[in-house]
């Protein structure tokens, strides 16, 4: 059964688990909302985000971009886990023809991802786009924010269980340990790649993820869930397979909390690679 997260303010859900902003035309422009927005971001949150630590992102682009429509993607555990690939990519069909229509209209596509989870939701949308448009997402350029994380199984195990309260990580701890570790083992026996390692080479799939689209990586020294050293080993495997690439490293912030450490040097990392891909691509071709 899929979650029914709650809607941030000013975001109206599309399903479940999509919700989007627009910008509104003022009461003279003609223009419809797709065609007044300019540019779509695209948030693909990290598992059991609240919603005021969202906020801070989906405020910033708001403001930031007041032309922009933000399209907000969130996951649960059970999609790398458990959930058919072809079902999580049906869940996001909406999100889809919202992207459809944002090429048609000419804008300026991009994604900011989060942990493991909104980079797991990511590769899923890229999928479903690549199965329906066959050709990479159309972004321009993305942010990956404390991921990818490392495949071992100790380090996955807990990153679960620091995503819960301190208060619930008691059980949390016996539920991974007995259930969700043998699920995400179980693909090594029969000798394929666990959800992780499958997630890392995902990330640099130029079949999902055009080359020409830079990315910047925001990462910490101190995260527990997603040691620096995993996030450098990926830096390293994108830039060999061609991806333009950039790194910021925080030196005391914990999980997808990096902007809380230095807010300016957060967004300026942020801004400099999408105004970057822009002066090099311009805008998206229509379809």
Known sequence: MTTKFQPLDGFVHLTDTTSISRPQPNSKDTKSITEHACRTIIICAWFRAQSKHIAKYT??????????????????????????????????????????????????????????????????????????????????AMALDSSPGSPSLTLAAAAIIFSFPKSARWWVTVIVWTIVVPIISFPALLGSDNVVHKLRKELVDPDLFSVDAPRVYLYSKVDEMVPHASVEEHVAL??????????????????????????????????????????????????
């Open 59 to 140: 405020t910033h682009y708001c403001q930031r971009y007041p032309d922009a429509q933000i399209l907000l993607l969130e996951c649960v555990y059970q999609d790398m886990l458990t959930t058919p690939y072809a079902t999580q990519q049906s869940r996001l069909q909406p999100a889809i023809e919202i992207l459809q229509a944002a090429q048609r209209a000419g804008h300026a596509i991009f994604l900011h991802s989060f942990s493991n989870g909104g980079s797991h939701t990511a590769v899923q949308l890229a999928a479903a786009w690549k199965q329906k448009k066959a050709s990479p997402l159309p972004i321009l």
């Open 238 to 287: 994108a830039r060999r397979a061609g991806y333009g690439v950039k790194t910021v490293l925080f030196e005391k912030s914990a999980h997808v909390a990096h902007v809380n450490e230095d807010r300016d040097k957060y967004w300026a990392a942020v801004e400099s690679v999408m105004s970057g891909s822009r002066q090099r691509n311009g805008r998206v071709g229509r379809s």
